[in-house]
Every structure is written in structure tokens, then in C-alpha cells.
């Protein structure tokens, strides 16, 4: 087994993944602990750069976690996220990153279970494609 523990930064909707990780963490629910949650107003304000950063900086999978469909309080910000997110992983794709790293997910505020198995299997996947060749790479040229 292996003993790699992805970090994983979440870009989490203030009004529903956020509030449903706050859920799961009163519900003792267990997530792993490489889960880096940045809380943001809407995922529409999720910026490819954003996640292309996050990736740059070392981690080794990125979710992006908006409200339901019909759900977003500004309209349509996580149909635009899904877009980006579908952009970005073609990306990826291409530059032998893998987009698998990359991931939306939607989800209402009450469903902290759903927070936490979303986690749970992300990482299980993330685990499964290893470390980010990203980082692999900056420390090979430290
Ligand atoms: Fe939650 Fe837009 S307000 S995704």
C-alpha cells in the first residue's frame, strides 16, 4: 500500500460545499487530512488560473464544489465553473498532467456526508494517479 497522502485543495461555495464540509466536520465525519478547503462566494468565481496555480504550487488534485443545478445564487456561476472545469481538463490532458486531477462537484449545504465521501473517493483517486508530476518535477530540479 502505498503511503502517498495527496494534498487536495477544495474551492468550495460559500453557500453550499463550504457549509456542507462545516456539516461533516459537526457530524465527526472523517475526510482525509490533505484536504485544503478555500472558501470562495460562488464557484463561478473560480478562475482556471486558480486551479492551474494550485497545481503549480504542488497540489496533487483540485475540486471545485458548487451548488446543485438550479441552486447557484448568482444564476448560473457553477454551470460556468462546470465549463472551465471541462476546459481545464482537456488541458491537462495535453500537457501529461492528467484530468483526473481535476474535478467538479455539486452538492447542497446540509449534505455533509456527501462532502465527505466526495473527498474520500477524490483522494482515493488522486492516490491512484500518484503525486502531481508538477511537484515531482521541482524537487528533482531543487
Ligand atoms: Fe454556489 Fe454559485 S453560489 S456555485
Known amino acids: 500500500m502505498s503511503d502517498f497522502e495527496p494534498v487536495v485543495v477544495v474551492f468550495a461555495c460559500d453557500y453550499c460545499a463550504y457549509t456542507a464540509a462545516d456539516v461533516a466536520g459537526r457530524m465527526n465525519l472523517e475526510y482525509p487530512a490533505g484536504i485544503r478547503i478555500v472558501r470562495v462566494p460562488c464557484t463561478g468565481k473560480v478562475d482556471s488560473l486558480y486551479v492551474l496555480r494550485a497545481l503549480e504550487k504542488g497540489a496533487d488534485g483540485v475540486l471545485v464544489a458548487g451548488c446543485l443545478d438550479g441552486d447557484c445564487h448568482f444564476k448560473n456561476g457553477n454551470l460556468r ?42 483522494v482515493a483517486t488522486v492516490q491512484e494517479l500518484g503525486p502531481n508530476p508538477i511537484k515531482h518535477a521541482a524537487s528533482q530540479a531543487a
Open 81 to 122: 465553473a462546470a465549463a472551465r472545469v471541462k476546459a481545464l481538463k482537456r488541458l491537462l490532458d495535453e500537457i501529461n498532467i492528467g484530468s483526473g486531477r481535476v474535478e467538479m462537484v455539486q452538492m447542497s449545504a446540509g449534505q455533509g456526508a456527501v462532502f465527505a465521501e466526495t473527498a474520500r473517493n477524490f
